[in-house]
């Protein structure tokens, strides 16, 4: 009995989860940014919206493939955050999902940055009062961050309002060398 009202109520969540935003007041598609939101935050407002593209991703063997990427990013936390996420294949079938969040924290006047891979189960720090960095150059902007033994750049690359281009430069030796465009990916807006 009280596993089926647990389906039943799953269901009718379901239900209300699928709901067009019209339908339902509560959703938005990107949500909005918030008034008191720090100015910094709108680095990061190119992202807002929906973005078809196609990355490169590096073989074993030295080669790469091209593969299709969605990214998607929103305001989130009542309007303080901006959550973006990049859905993709991997060139062996496998899907992939990484969640970004980034938030600037004014009191502390710092970015905090964390990158969720949801396929590798795991939570990357990239920058926060400590650690990384955020710097921007006009429209541009990279996020410079650390690993043990590994030093990486991501670029985001805005030439307008409708494309960006990310790219990711690595550097196994403290930044003495980098391996630039490691990974890079070229993106349309949809929406």
């Known amino acids: ?35 008191s939101a720090p100015a ?10 929906k973005w078809d593209g196609k990355g490169n991703a590096p073989q074993a063997d030295g080669t790469s493939t091209e593969v299709p990427v969605r990214w998607i990013g929103r305001y989130v936390l009542d309007g303080t955050a901006i ?27 710092t970015w905090i940055v964390e990158f969720l891979n949801v396929t590798g189960s795991f939570l990357r720090r990239q ?10 150059d006009g429209q541009n902007v990279t996020i410079a961050s650390e690993a043990p033994g590994i030093r990486i750049r991501e670029h985001y690359l805005v030439p307008d309002h409708n494309h960006f281009t990310y790219r990711m430069d690595l550097s196994n030796d403290g930044g003495t060398t980098w391996t630039e465009g490691q990974v890079e990916m070229t993106f349309v807006r949809v929406e």
């Open 40 to 49: 910094e935050l709108r680095t990061f407002a190119f992202l807002i919206g």
């Open 127 to 136: 920058v926060n009062a400590t650690s990384g960095a955020v710097i921007v």
């Open 1 to 35: 009995m009280l596993l089926g009202a647990a389906l039943l109520a799953g269901c009718g969540i379901a239900q209300a989860q699928n709901a067009a935003p019209a339908d339902d007041p509560s959703k938005t598609l990107y949500g909005t940014i918030a008034p």
């Open 83 to 109: 959550a973006d996420e990049l859905a993709s294949t991997l060139p062996d079938g496998k899907a992939y999902l990484g969640i970004s969040l980034r938030q600037y924290d004014a009191t502390r006047k």
